[in-house]
């Protein structure tokens, strides 16, 4: 690769960076900006895609000839949701209440490759008017890949009023001063390159002590081998305390267990002379009075390690993209010291090493905590946001967890996870489950789609009727489940875990070239679950239907109408009789502008019946007595819908289904079952722990908790089928599973309420 390896001149190559993806939905669009060189190719093979380009210089121009594309003619703003870029099309000449100028292209059968001559913005969308689709018309989801010319070098938008800002040269290291309350971020531009960071309490090191981050102290108060965004989230120093907070990181992957590269790290592998991030760090804070050492202790952000299951200490390529960085606030006035790490011998760096970023931000800038989330590995970064409901729930609980892209109430500390369990079974309780993904499938092929993706036979289901589904692929493992409604004939909405549904049902609608439409609803339709036995005495005091859809009584288990406040003029909201507890209980849907007032209405009715919100702790102890599977835990990888303890979903009776021909085999001989455990004692086992039957594993543990309604713990297993009887004697493994066993017997699940008696009542 031609590196220069000795002394402290180093060269690298460059090259183009692995390209990011995105996805355009029918009836979407997206602007992007662009510099010069950089490469745009719009669709792998999408022949019923309909394509409108618009190319913007730097001053608001068409440049769309620069492309060599066609002249731009009119598209109807009605048939895209340019909502998003309303703004920025009228401050670029763009009038949002007439036709938008654009280039049509109909159909791809090859990919269109479009080259940047200069610095623009591309607003790519996908037009779609709403009667083309009773005219039997189907558009193809589009694929966008970019590549960045000059090796994918990226830097994000600022964040705010940057005080300073530099570059660290690749095999290099930079000290400098933050002071208490500004911003820090550190930024890795091309992608797959570490960074080693340190920081020192500036009135220490005036006073001659070197109070710097210690790892093992971070790790033993956060409670984490890995520091991040949430409410235990700083960096200490010896004295246990706290030098940063991590603001925001879109990485993920950052190492807190060894040092800095060394000499004699490299020495010892054949590289005398190595230039290394431990010497440079004692270079670069040798002005401010601080020690040389041989190896430096540090914070190693976009390295990717781990602990692997024999407690050996792994590491592999970086996952950070170009453009991914960590922020951190600090919490008194610091001396730091940030590297762009040298090692070209191992794939730490990607086997290139690159530079890296560093922007100070003045104390008054304002940053949303945040973590990175993305829909596909090659999907571009979303921040996670506050959902539409977190103007109510912030006052209440500081305990958030990420739910996708949002955030997501672990508890509240004014009733505690106890109370709001309680609340759930014995009154009522409100939650913001807005992480939900929803589908619209949408078409005269809509019913033979979802015959053909999902395990139910959903030519049975009526409208405003709904039924817990799944999707398995063609071995039988579950890709997603959910609760599915049919809304008319030819119109279904998927509620449910991934974006993978999405990609599921584009992928066979486009294999069998159905007449459809699967349009995300991202977060265009936040909602609350209502649960409890008295939710539907506080919705008696709210909901208005008309005559022509159910009313709230009529609501069956798995129903839904369409509601209102109050009164024909309220705010309108899709009302669900469905959950996720167990207990009677409802779910509500509506637009992110009634959200707030949805939530008060709601709040404000059920004081009487002592309502409470709930977060996701009580959820997970609630959704295990009932015996619901969940995602990562019940079905994974490698394990079919009966093994997860999903046959019931399952109807083989139905004609052709994916997954169906090794449902059928696994349902004749399988070989595990997901049981129940009811443990002879407190304490809970953690997921994946073995189950035993003397000296033999027969099984893991998949979810557990401590029950309070039955005052033990209980657990749900995967089982051999010889050892899945109820009544049969098992002991869960602790400590390596071997020196400590938990007494168990099988039961079946449900673990409460087996016949699902409370959810219809």
């Known amino acids: 690769m031609g590196h220069q390896r000795h002394g402290r001149n180093f060269a690298g190559f460059q090259d183009i960076g692995a390209p990011v993806a995105q996805y355009i939905e029918p009836r979407g669009c997206v602007r992007l900006s662009l510099a010069a060189g ?60 007439g036709p938008f100028h654009a280039t049509c292209i109909d159909g791809l059968t090859e990919p269109l490759v479009l080259k940047a001559p200069q610095a623009c913005d591309v607003v790519v969308a996908l037009p779609l008017s709403h009667g083309a689709l009773v005219g039997g018309q189907s558009v193809d989801t589009v694929k966008l890949s970019l590549k960045r010319a000059g090796g994918g070098r990226t830097l994000p938008p600022a964040l705010g009023d ?21 911003i820090l971020q550190i930024i890795d531009v091309d992608g797959q390159q570490c960074s080693d960071f340190q920081a020192f309490r500036k009135s220490a090191l005036d006073a001659g002590t070197e109070w710097m981050i ?73 002005p401010y009075g601080v020690g040389a050492r041989a190896g430096w202790p540090a914070i190693n952000f976009f390295w990717n390690t781990w602990i692997d299951p024999h407690h050996h200490l792994q590491t592999a390529e970086s996952w950070s993209r170009p453009g991914d960085y960590v922020t951190m606030r600090a919490l008194d006035d610091l001396i730091c010291v940030t590297t762009a790490c040298p090692d070209d011998i191992d794939p730490i760096n990607g086997w290139n090493p690159t530079d890296v970023h560093v922007r100070i931000y003045r104390p008054e800038t304002k940053v949303m905590q945040a973590i990175a989330y993305r829909k596909k590995e090659d999907a ?35 009733y505690g996870t106890q109370g709001e369990y309680w609340a759930c079974r014995e009154a009522a309780t409100l939650q913001d489950m807005s992480g939900l993904r929803k589908f619209d499938v949408i078409g005269p092929d809509a019913e033979r789609l979802l015959q053909l993706a999902m395990t139910r036979d959903i030519s049975k289901l009526a409208v405003w009727r709904g039924t817990y589904a799944l999707m398995c692929d063609e071995s039988g493992e579950v890709i997603d489940d959910g609760t599915l409604f049919r809304l008319s004939d030819h119109l279904f909405r998927w509620c449910c875990g991934s974006e993978e549904s999405g990609t599921w049902l584009n992928s ?27 939710s539907r005495d506080i919705l008696r005091k709210l909901v208005f239907t008309q005559p022509h859809v159910p009313n709230l009584d009529q609501l069956k288990w798995f129903g839904a109408t369409v509601a209102r406040l109050n009164d024909r003029e309220g705010i309108p909201f899709l009302l669900t009789r469905s959950g996720y507890t167990g207990e009677l209980g409802y779910e ?73 021909a090794a449902l059928r085999r696994n349902a004749q001989s399988p070989r595990r079952a997901l049981v129940g455990l009811h443990l002879d004692c407190d304490d809970v086992p953690v997921h994946g722990a073995p189950v035993f039957k003397g000296e033999r594993q027969i099984g893991q543990v998949t979810s557990a908790t401590k029950s309070p309604m039955l005052g033990h713990a209980i657990a749900m297993a995967r089982l051999s089928v010889e050892h899945a009887t109820p009544g049969g004697l098992v002991d869960v493994g602790q400590l390596d599973g071997r020196m400590k066993r938990l007494s168990a017997t099988v039961v079946t699940v449900p673990f409460i309420d087996p016949k699902r008696e409370r959810a219809r009542a």
Not at 162 to 168: D, H, K, M, S, Y
Not at 383 to 397: D, V
Not at 509 to 532: F, S, T, W, Y
Request: contains cysteine; glycine residues 10%.
């Open 214 to 286: 210690d790892g093992t102290t971070t790790r033993s108060m956060v409670r984490r081998a890995f520091p991040g965004p949430g409410l235990f989230d700083k960096f200490y120093d010896g004295a246990m305390k706290p030098l940063l907070q991590v603001v925001q990181d879109t990485c993920g992957r950052h190492d807190t267990f060894g040092l800095a590269c060394t000499a004699r790290g490299y020495e010892e592998r054949g590289f005398p002379g190595h230039v290394n991030c431990s010497d440079n760090i004692s270079n670069a804070l040798a």
């Open 380 to 414: 571009p970064m979303q921040i996670s946001q506050p959902s539409a409901f977190h103007e109510r729930l912030a006052p209440l609980t500081d305990q958030f967890a990420p739910a996708r892209d949002l955030w997501s109430p672990i508890a509240f500390p004014s």
């Open 38 to 97: 950089d490469i745009l190719q719009i669709g792998e093979h999408a022949p019923r895609a309909r394509l409108a380009l618009a190319a913007f210089g730097p001053r608001g121009g068409r440049i769309e000839a620069a492309f060599g594309l066609p002249a731009p003619s009119p598209v109807s703003l009605d048939d895209f949701d340019h909502r998003p870029l309303t703004g920025w099309l009228a401050a670029n000449g763009a009038d949002p209440t």
């Open 508 to 534: 066979l609608a486009a294999e069998h070239d159905m007449q459809v439409r699967i349009h995300d609803l991202q977060g265009a339709l936040p909602n609350l679950a209502l649960q409890g036995p008295k």
């Open 588 to 660: 509500l849907f509506c637009s992110r502008d009634n959200a707030l007032p949805l939530w008060d209405a709601l709040m404000e009715a059920g004081a009487e019946f002592g309502l409470k919100p709930m977060g996701s702790a009580a959820l997970e102890t609630i959704r295990i007595e009932a015996g619901l599977a969940a995602s990562g835990a019940e079905f994974t990888a490698g394990c079919d819908a009966f093994e997860a303890g999903l046959g019931f979903a399952v109807d083989l009776r139905k004609t052709t289904f994916v997954g169906d």
């Open 162 to 182: 940057v005080r300073t800002e530099f570059t660290v040269s690749r095999a290099s290291a930079m000290a400098y001063e933050v002071r208490e309350g500004e």
